[in-house]
């Protein structure tokens, strides 16, 4: 091998993908179709997530073992100056020190923060002279701390040119949002691909021949699941062999949320036409099992996947 060839053989650039949702959601999901396509000869993928499950799907989509550094769990609920500073020393330091820990015994070389705007990752970053990515995937919290600190991200990939619009509000330079829309893989979406038998519709009691409008989402209000079930209401009066399927499971702390969602079901007389399928990682065999798609969020959605 000659001297400009052994230089051309460079070894993959170390990279820390952090996936610090509160959910299993479309986050994670397109951080592991983003891992799983990555050129490994470019590229050598880290993946720091918070929670356990989102570990167990980017092993089961992407086939690589995530490390799970979680941040600590914030206090009650509280508002104002001295809440903020308790929570930046009792949880964000301290995650970001974690963080910082992680990138160095890796050697990692760029940082991509796959929720946007992290101060705890912007910390990290500058503690270890490494540039970050942040992945904006909706609007940020417009706050004077948000304002000083976002343009120390070396770079913003917005979701969608409102995700756009929202970060240059921020004070953050144009030159520094691209907009690169979520990945999906498609081939998984082949309407000729068998469904899992798991996620067929037996195993969820609904008869083959029966209408079945489903939803799909992480469970929170904004998504629009109260409005789906009224509607439902409406639909079963008129079509009362209709079955509807709710597919997703709520964040971290939004329990509450599905409780009332069943609370409505028996409400509105419909629960018996209505099943909670709960998380779903493989959405294409998930789909199958619906007539109709409907997406009801109630205000305005980034990216929606579903779509």
């Known amino acids: 091998m000659t001297v400009s060839e052994r230089l051309a053989v460079r070894a993959p650039v170390p990279v820390a993908l952090i996936e610090s949702s509160i959910g299993l959601s479309g986050s994670t999901m397109s951080l592991s179709v983003l891992v799983r396509r990555l050129d490994r000869e470019r590229f050598e993928p880290h993946v720091v997530v918070a929670r356990e499950d989102q570990r167990e799907y980017v092993r089961g989509v992407a086939g690589l073992v995530a490390e799970r550094i979680a941040p600590r769990p914030r206090g009650a609920e509280r508002s104002g100056k001295v809440a903020a500073l308790r929570d930046l020393l009792a949880v964000t330091i301290p995650y970001a020190n974690?963080?910082?820990?992680?990138?160095?015994?890796?050697?990692?070389?760029?940082?991509?923060q796959n929720n946007g705007f992290d101060v705890a990752a912007i910390l990290a970053a500058r503690w270890t002279g490494v540039?970050?990515?942040?992945?904006?995937?909706?609007?940020?919290?417009?706050?004077?701390?948000?304002?000083?600190?976002?343009?120390?991200?070396?770079?913003?990939?917005?979701?969608?040119?409102?995700?756009?619009?929202?970060?240059?509000?921020?004070?953050?330079?144009?030159?520094?949002?691209?907009?690169?829309?979520?990945?999906?893989d498609l081939e998984r979406f082949d309407p000729d691909r068998p469904a899992a038998p798991a996620l067929r519709r037996p195993a969820f009691r609904i008869p083959a021949d029966a209408p079945c409008v489903g939803i799909v989402g992480q469970l929170q209000a904004w998504k629009g699941h109260k409005l789906f079930l009224r509607a439902f209401a409406q639909v079963l009066?008129?079509?009362?062999?209709?079955?509807?399927?709710?597919?997703?499971?709520?964040?971290?702390?939004?329990?509450?949320?599905?409780?009332?969602?069943?609370?409505?079901?028996?409400?509105?007389?419909?629960?018996?036409?209505?099943?909670?399928?709960?998380?779903?990682?493989?959405?294409?065999?998930?789909?199958?099992?619906?007539?109709?798609?409907?997406?009801?969020?109630?205000?305005?959605?980034?990216?929606?996947r579903v779509i």
């Open 98 to 112: 974690a963080l910082r820990r992680f990138v160095r015994r890796h050697g990692i070389r760029l940082i991509h």
């Open 131 to 184: 540039p970050v990515v942040a992945y904006q995937r909706g609007r940020e919290w417009n706050s004077s701390l948000v304002r000083r600190l976002a343009p120390m991200a070396t770079r913003y990939i917005a979701n969608s040119q409102v995700t756009r619009e929202n970060l240059l509000e921020l004070g953050i330079p144009p030159a520094q949002v691209n907009v690169v829309y979520p990945p999906v």
């Open 237 to 304: 009066r008129t079509v009362p062999e209709a079955w509807a399927c709710i597919v997703g499971a709520p964040p971290v702390g939004g329990e509450a949320y599905e409780r009332e969602l069943h609370e409505l079901a028996e409400a509105l007389g419909v629960s018996h036409r209505v099943v909670f399928a709960g998380f779903v990682g493989d959405v294409p065999s998930a789909l199958q099992l619906f007539d109709v798609v409907v997406h009801a969020t109630i205000e305005p959605e980034p990216f929606g």
